[in-house]
Nanobody, 115 residues
C-alpha cells in the first residue's frame, strides 16, 4: 500500500519561503507523474504544480514564478520550494499522483502565511 508523508510546512510571514517534502513508500515512485495539491479552508483541493517523469513541469497561474517543484527518484521524494509567499497561499499541502491523486492521501502539511 502506498504511503505519502508530507513535511516542511509552518508559519511564515508574507514574502517568506518554505520548502516542502513528500516521501512516498510502497510504490515505484519514478514511474509516476507527481503533483502538489493544496486545500484552503472552505475550498476544494487544487493542483498547484506537477512534474513529469522526465522532469518537465506545469504550474497553476497562481503560483507560477514563485513555486518550484522537483523530484529525487532515488529517494522517492517530491519537493516544493515556495518563495514570495502570500497570505492566499495558506492551506494544507498534499502530494499525490497528478492529475487526480490516485493514491491514498497523506496527512498533508499546513502552510500558514501571515500578512
Amino acid at each position: 500500500q502506498v504511503q505519502l508523508v508530507e513535511s516542511g510546512g509552518g508559519l511564515v510571514q508574507a514574502g517568506g519561503s518554505l520548502k516542502l517534502s513528500c516521501v512516498a513508500s510502497g510504490t515505484i515512485f519514478s514511474l509516476n507523474v507527481m503533483g502538489w495539491y493544496r486545500q484552503a479552508p472552505g475550498k476544494q483541493r487544487e493542483l498547484v504544480a506537477r512534474i513529469f517523469r522526465g522532469g518537465s513541469t506545469i504550474y497553476a497561474d497562481s503560483v507560477k514564478g514563485r513555486f518550484t517543484i522537483s523530484r529525487d527518484n532515488a529517494k522517492n521524494t517530491l519537493y516544493l520550494e515556495m518563495n514570495s509567499l502570500k497570505p492566499e497561499d495558506t492551506a494544507v499541502y498534499y502530494c499525490n499522483t497528478a492529475p487526480g491523486g490516485s493514491w491514498n492521501w497523506g496527512q498533508g502539511t499546513q502552510v500558514t502565511v501571515s500578512s
